[in-house]
């Protein structure tokens, strides 16, 4: 594929057009903060935290899913997307209950760490506490939605890798929430398969192994990445 | 059927009218509006009256869609004549046979207007009210029976398609368009022979053609009067745009809360069939073309293109980020035309008249009509085509005949919850895109809500927030949780909790929500909010009390 010249943050990189800024940029070691994007899995544009300023566009646009393109002028981290960053990051956190003190994931969760990232204080909007299911019907897994950031990467992943389509999401709106089968009791589904995918993907203390305490969880999320290309390699593609 | 025989039946269907011995056409309203008045009923009456009396051979009974005046209704049109009578019943309408029909008197006291203008006018066409309209994506709604194929073919329906098919290559066809200068009447207003083109351009042996019809926002009912009270022409538009782009197969996603346009298109999709003008080798041409139709469940999201083509493809409807336009990538990732219902039902007067004609009307960016639902505190609103360009203040103090029980305007709301509102100020503002869009509202699919001194502008700004947080989607965070966000801080400052610091906020909000949604929907959804900021700030001020902002903030920073 051809080289194409792409200038980010004003520094000029040649690159191919096949890529996303957010490739491009990740290759290049340049910051930019996500949570719906998880390498493997499609892109989706949700969580709207990697919007960048692209010359002659008059949208922000999300890295993860606009292609890199020639002589494209593009600026990561201007005061007003580092602003709408932490904005997006204080809604995260007053839309549900992310008590992290007493949280599997504490120490080791995307949203925690992205708190740290946009250097978020506190949280101005007031905190809405809606009531939220923990379902524990599992035998092995617990999904307690009032962690759940609403960023789809167990369903994607479910659907895209393991192929169960377990989960997906209902209602609209700040109502919205991630179902497994038809919005029945994930102990009771006839598509999981028990394999543990989600629980890697998801990002925060949402999806979580049974008889683990507070800041115990272990998550790898870059298993997802490893099994494509080790999947890739065996079907000899 | 070739195009010989074609032109042959029609011929023959001219010859047959002409030899019709009635003399009087009357046409009652079968509009939702007027329907849901009773008007079904007043039909069946009069059919059965006319011909208890034996006078089927002179009078002829007609259920026509929308006239216009809607909330007047039920209406009862003398098609020959052009006189309108108002608020019709099952009583009066004998009457109305009696004396104007049998009698020929006029019936002076029940004539539309009858009630609020000292001389109501005898030939309705006379009335500032229709006499300011246009009617083009209109022409035929109110005058012809909606489920009769004869009688759109009697109005040179299906005319644009003969001669776009045998007489235009695809590329003239799109010229036409491109020099209509017609634009996108679905909301963003994007040049359609721009799109149009782009579709063609992009070669793929299997194209989509979809008609939105999912006409979502409060307050507005253009689409559905359009595939209500004229579905063929919206049908021929479709079938032209196809053969332009070079697709063989069409989607009309009609919302579902529309049964009876869902029940007339698609008894026109039946009889267009019968009559080879849908299917393979239309008039014996070599175009194959068809179309079904899709019925929406009633989310506004799925008005919006991308969610509306996954909600198409059995997937839950929600948007994705465009770039890739569906003109590129659309319905199963092929290369997809779609457009709102009314830029459908101006093409078939644009090929017939020319690009030209049409590009004369309206304004230097905006081109041709625009339907407007007019509703509010005007004394006559309902459904109005007007040139492109056309004040607020004619509209209203016009065509509207001005406030309800003399109240004074205070604003009015255009583009529904991704709009705002117009400010006495610019009553002069001329109704086109642009214009629109300086005052910080905008255009819309057609919209239009008249206020008076009565509306509370917070409250109204607060209203259409509730709708955008419903009706958001969900996927991004954003429009999501900003909006209900943007919500709560607007019902505090309704009932007089509001402090300095939430407006503030609130502003800042407003600003991150639009720049930074996924979709439209987001995007626009503070409109309505940052529009009364701008005209009507002392609304939100009056309502606010510092005293309050100390404690408040206490209270929250914990
Ligand atoms: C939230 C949202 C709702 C929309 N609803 C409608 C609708 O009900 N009808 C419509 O024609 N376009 C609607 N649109 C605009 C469509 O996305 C699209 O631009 C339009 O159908 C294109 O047709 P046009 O070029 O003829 O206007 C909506 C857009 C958004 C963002
Ligand atoms: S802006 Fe609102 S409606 Fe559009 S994708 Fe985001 S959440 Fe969904």
């Known amino acids: 594929m051809n080289t194409i010249h792409v200038n980010i943050n004003n520094i000029e990189i040649p690159t191919t057009a096949d890529k996303t800024i957010l490739d491009v940029c990740r290759e290049h070691k340049i910051d930019i903060p996500t949570m719906c994007h998880l390498k493997g899995l499609s892109d989706v544009g949700a969580c709207r935290l990697c919007i960048v300023e692209i010359e002659g566009m008059n949208k922000l646009q999300s890295a993860c899913t606009t292609k890199v393109a020639d002589h494209m002028i593009i600026q990561t981290n201007t005061d007003r997307i580092k602003k709408y960053r932490r904005i997006t990051t204080e809604l995260f956190f007053a839309e549900r209950n992310h008590v992290c003190s007493v949280c599997v994931a504490n120490g080791k969760c995307e949203l925690q760490n992205l708190g740290y990232q946009v250097e978020m204080d506190h949280v101005r909007y007031p905190f809405l506490f809606p009531q939220c299911e923990v379902d524990t019907s599992h035998p092995w897994y617990v999904m307690d939605h009032n962690r759940c950031i609403m960023c789809t990467r167990c369903v994607r992943v479910c659907q895209e890798v393991e192929g169960a389509h377990n989960w997906d999401v209902m209602n609209r709106g700040h109502a919205v929430r991630i179902i497994s089968d038809f919005n029945t009791p994930w102990g009771e589904s006839t598509t999981c398969t028990s394999c543990g995918k989600c629980l890697h993907a998801c990002p925060t203390g949402a999806i979580w192994p049974k008889a683990i305490v507070q800041g115990q969880l272990e998550k790898k999320p870059e298993i997802i990445e490893e099994l494509i290309e080790k999947r890739k390699m065996h079907d000899g593609f | ?558």
């Open chain 2, 1 to 558: 059927m070739n195009r010989l025989d074609f032109h042959t039946k029609i011929a023959a269907l001219q010859q047959l009218d002409k030899t019709k011995t009635v003399q009087h056409r009357i046409g009652i309203c079968c509009g939702a509006g007027c329907i849901s008045s009773g008007s079904e009923e007043i039909l069946k009456k009069l059919e059965s009256e006319v011909q208890q009396r034996g006078l089927s051979e002179k009078v002829e009974v007609i259920p026509t869609g929308c006239m216009g005046p809607c909330n007047h209704g039920p209406l009862l049109k003398h098609l020959d004549q052009h006189t309108i009578y108002q608020k019709v019943n099952c009583t009066n309408i004998t009457s109305i046979l009696q004396q104007h029909v049998i009698e020929q008197t006029l019936i002076e006291d029940q004539l539309l207007f009858s009630d609020s203008r000292t001389n109501a006018h005898a030939d309705y066409r006379a009335d500032p009210f229709f006499k300011k309209q246009c009617k083009i994506a209109l022409r035929n709604c109110g005058k012809i029976n909606p489920e009769s194929i004869e009688a759109y073919l009697l109005q040179d329906g299906y005319k644009a398609l003969d001669k776009a098919l045998f007489e235009y290559t695809p590329e003239e066809i799109i010229g036409e368009i491109k020099h209509s200068r017609l634009r996108g009447r679905g909301g963003a207003g994007y040049p359609t022979g721009i799109k149009w083109e782009t579709v063609y351009k992009y070669v793929n042996n299997e194209k989509y053609v979809i008609c939105n019809g999912d006409e979502g926002d409060p307050g507005a009912f253009m689409d559905r009067s359009i595939l209500e009270g004229d579905p063929f022409s919206v049908l021929e538009g479709i079938t032209i745009a196809a053969y332009a782009v070079g697709a063989s197969k069409g989607y009309a996603y009609i919302r579902g809360e529309y049964p009876l346009a869902i029940k007339r298109f698609e008894s026109a999709l039946k009889q267009a069939r019968k009559w080879g003008l849908l299917g393979n080798q239309i008039l014996g041409s070599s175009f194959h073309f068809d179309l079904e139709v899709r019925i929406g469940a009633g989310a506004f999201v799925c008005g919006e293109e991308t969610a509306l083509i996954a909600s198409i493809e059995g997937k839950r409807g929600t948007p994705k980020p465009r770039p890739p336009f569906p003109a590129q990538s659309g319905l199963w990732g092929k290369p997809t035309l779609i457009n709102n219902v009314e830029t459908f039902a101006a093409i078939v007067p644009i090929v017939l008249k020319g690009g030209e004609w049409y590009s004369e009307i309206g304004t230097a960016k905006s081109a041709g009509t625009k339907v407007f639902a007019l509703a509010g505190k005007v004394n006559y609103a309902g459904l109005i085509e007007v040139p492109m360009g056309t004040s607020l203040r004619e509209i209203v103090f016009e065509i509207g005949g001005g406030m309800q029980n003399q109240a004074s305007f205070k604003a009015a709301q255009t583009g529904g919850p991704s709009g705002g509102c117009i400010p006495i100020e610019f009553l002069d503002v001329k109704m086109d895109y642009e214009s629109l869009l300086s005052l910080g509202s905008i255009m819309g699919s057609g919209g239009l809500i008249i206020m008076d001194e009565h509306s509370d502008m917070v409250d109204v700004a607060r209203f259409f927030m509730e709708f955008c947080m419903d009706e958001s989607c969900g996927k991004c965070v954003p429009c999501r949780v900003g909006t209900k966000m943007m919500h709560d801080l607007l019902q505090k400052i309704c009932i007089n909790k509001g402090t300095n610091k939430d407006l503030e906020r609130l502003e800042e909000l407003a600003l991150y929500v639009k720049e930074t949604s996924l979709c439209g929907l987001g995007a626009s959804a503070p409109n309505p909010l940052l529009s009364t900021l701008r005209h009507f700030r002392s609304e939100y001020e009056t309502r606010i009390h510092p005293s309050q902002d100390t404690v408040q903030d206490k209270n929250q920073s914990g």
